[in-house]
């Protein structure tokens, strides 16, 4: 079940540090039965994102699109900014839409866990103003001034000490002969421990005079935070990259060769089943606690085949 060469990504991580039955779900079974139609539903329900994801996730597209087009000479007007915003988000919900009634339609989800959804007015001037907060930011502007710029995209990888490394900044920027790798985290604001990790993972793009810059949000209010990765800094991180592969590697392994899933842990807390995309395929949709204590009474019984169970 392991794919031929080890993947790293934040998203893979995340899900693996939440439960390794969701990661081994997406990254696994749906990766696998891709050619059925019930393993592509399996991975259409993970692609469903809140209403507040895609908000955010609309606020970076629409800025690198500012970017792009200012430096092509054009400078978008507030209106136009405005215009723009509202459509991308309003196509991230109707495609969230469509998702949704598609995979209900293919009977994976037996219960909705995510209802269809509508544009809302103030998540619209919300995200306008957030946009404008970016690019009216000191250092952004500056960045904008001087020097060129390279967009990248999320499918940019790195391949390092035979991992596939998916952690590509947003922009490159290059003044002079300095180069600057800029990621923007729209979502939360990150600890010091996880920016220097970031830092330090993105400096692969780069070589190791290369500055990451990040714009996080805090409460509303955008800050920019400045790293150049140290040696140590970027050992740890790739230190910390092979425990996260050794884990993937575990989650993986604990399927068995009969595609076995009683063995693949649930969640650790109930929190993570709270907002999980597949929690109406999961055991813990008849109750959390109750699911685990089966969980471990089926460690000494024959499991369901991964056809069965989706
Ligand atoms: S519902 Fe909970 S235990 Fe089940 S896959 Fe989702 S997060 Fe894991």
Redesign the pocket.
Known sequence: MFPQQPIWSNTRVDLLQ?????FV?RYGVAQLSQNHPKGQALSEIFQIQTPWVLLHQTIRETVLEYVEDYANGTIWSTGLLSTKFKHGFTQLIRKRNQLIKRIMETGLMSQPGFQCTQVEAHLVEMGTKLCIGLIDHPEFVRILEVGTIKRLEPTDSIHQQNVRIYNAPDIMHFNNDQQFLIKIHPFQQRSKTELELQASLLQLYGDEKTTIVFFHLNRRVWSCRKIVPNPTQKNQAMGIVDKDIKHMMNAFFSVGKHNDLSKVP??DS?R??MH????S?????DG?ER?KAEQRALMCQKGTSVVEYI
Do not use: I
Request: glycine share 0%.
């Open positions: 939440r439960c390794p039955r969701a779900l649930l969640a109930y993570s089943c999980c995309n597949v929690r395929l999961c055991p813990t949709r959390y699911a």
